[in-house]
């Protein structure tokens, strides 16, 4: 007999792990989209910039999540958010090791 595994929920709201525990890098092409990211980031150096990276969001001196999470632990620039967080998936492996390192649960309360 096959018994279905219940569909693991993972919801983004409440939550803000992934803002809080990877480093998050804007590429100039999403500070061209969404201004506040020259404005509230650290711009790396030449060196160090790579098309993807240009822009540093987290780890920022004196924030302990990216500098667009607001208290409510959701994006205040959602609609103009970074390639990077727009592919970051909820219930990835990524996910869930940030939700694990940040004491979170799934929706279901797991």
Do not use: W
């Not at 061209?32 to 780890?59: G, N, V």
């Not at 999470?69 to 090791?97: H, M, N, W």
């Amino acid at each position: 007999m096959d018994t279905l595994m219940p569909r693991l929920e993972y919801d983004c709201e409440n939550c803000g792990a992934c803002c809080r525990c990877f480093p998050i890098f804007a590429s100039e092409t999403d500070a061209e989209r969404e201004p506040a990211i020259r404005r509230e980031t650290r711009q790396l150096e030449s060196h160090l910039a790579t098309q993807d990276k240009a822009y540093q969001m987290h780890p920022l001196p004196f924030l302990e999540s990216c500098a667009f999470l607001k208290e409510d632990q959701l994006c205040r620039i959602y609609a103009t958010r970074p390639a990077v967080c727009r592919r970051f998936e909820a219930g990835s492996a990524q996910c869930i090791e940030a939700r694990e390192r940040m004491g979170i649960g799934r929706q279901d309360g797991s």
